[in-house]
């Protein structure tokens, strides 16, 4: 056990999200974050099938299947089966990999990093409409809402890969 608490602490993905969040969207509290609302509909339609093809599986660390993802487990599948491409395994690879990309220019399909725990160690793919998909520890793969408290006060980027 301590084992793996310490593995989650330098590196893995790590969420309390089912306790800020509520129901599949999460609720807006405070001041809307302004994400760009554009058409990138083909990608996002895709990574949309693939989340729902996932919704609901648990969270596993290391894990990269329906039996159990971490968060880039779940991101590193998502981009496979949506574009067939390959992406770094792990968040810390994903944060030096691909374009940085500002706040307010994240579209469909960008990666999102979330710092827990004084580290960038959790990450989703945006979805447009302030949503994006991931792999929580606490709910397994779920959407949750970019303006929700929990979220807006972790963002810290987002990185294009396409």
């Known amino acids: 056990m301590v ?25 807006a509290t405070g001041i809307p974050v302004q994400w760009p609302e554009e058409a990138d509909s083909a990608l996002a339609n895709e990574l949309e099938q693939v989340f729902q093809r996932y919704e609901g599986s648990p969270y596993r660390y290391g894990g990269m299947t329906s039996d159990g993802f971490d968060c880039s487990g779940f991101i590193l599948t998502a ?11 792990t968040t810390s690879q994903m944060l030096t990999a691909g374009r940085e990309v500002r706040r307010d220019q994240v ?24 949503r994006f998909i991931h792999a929580s520890s606490s709910a397994g793969v779920t959407e949750s809402s970019l303006n929700n408290r929990y979220w807006q006060n972790r963002y810290t980027r987002a990185r294009r890969f396409r």
């Open 3 to 27: 084992l793996v608490v310490a593995a989650l602490g330098f590196g893995g993905c790590a969420s309390n999200q089912a306790l800020m969040d509520q129901g599949r969207y999460g609720y």
């Open 79 to 89: 981009y496979r089966e949506a574009l067939g491409q390959q992406l770094p395994r």
């Open 107 to 130: 579209e469909p399909g960008d990666v999102v990093f979330f710092r827990i725990g004084g580290k960038e160690q959790h990450a989703g793919i945006y979805m447009g409409g302030s």
